[in-house]
């Protein structure tokens, strides 16, 4: 089985900064992909920023310049700095992989969210 833990979370004022951490533990061939997503409540789940296996990284829009997403492959790892925060940015931050886990067989795994609020 496939685990994936965040950690880093907590309640930060408007322009403050947190690390997201999120480590991926049990037995797989390789992670793929790496993403965070956020869900504030009432809102629907949201992609914030993802990276590849390579080390491209795509972001939303509305956290473009500010979050910045990196993975240390060694240490199976993603890690989501975020910068410049805003009220909006309050969400439960998802940790998600695309985990190979043996040949073909990919699995998408979700770990079971941080909070991050971040106060005017």
């Known amino acids: 089985q496939v685990q994936l833990v965040e950690s880093g979370g907590g309640l930060v004022q408007a322009g403050g900064s947190l690390r997201l951490s999120c480590a991926a533990s049990?037995?797989?061939?390789?992670?793929?992909?790496m993403a965070w997503y956020r869900q504030a409540p009432e809102k629907p789940r949201e992609l914030v920023a993802a990276?590849?296996?390579?080390?491209?990284?795509n972001y939303a829009d509305s956290v473009k310049g500010r979050f910045t997403v990196s993975r240390d492959n060694a240490k199976n790892r993603v890690y989501l700095q975020m910068n410049s925060l805003k009220p909006e940015d309050t969400a439960v931050y998802y940790c998600?992989?695309?985990?190979?886990?043996?040949?073909?067989?990919?699995?998408?795994?979700w770990g079971q969210g941080t909070q991050v609020t971040v106060s005017s």
């Open positions: 998600n992989a695309r985990i190979n886990l043996s040949g073909p067989v990919s699995a998408d795994c």
């Open positions: 049990g037995r797989f061939f390789s992670i793929n992909a």
């Open positions: 990276i590849t296996s390579g080390g491209s990284t």
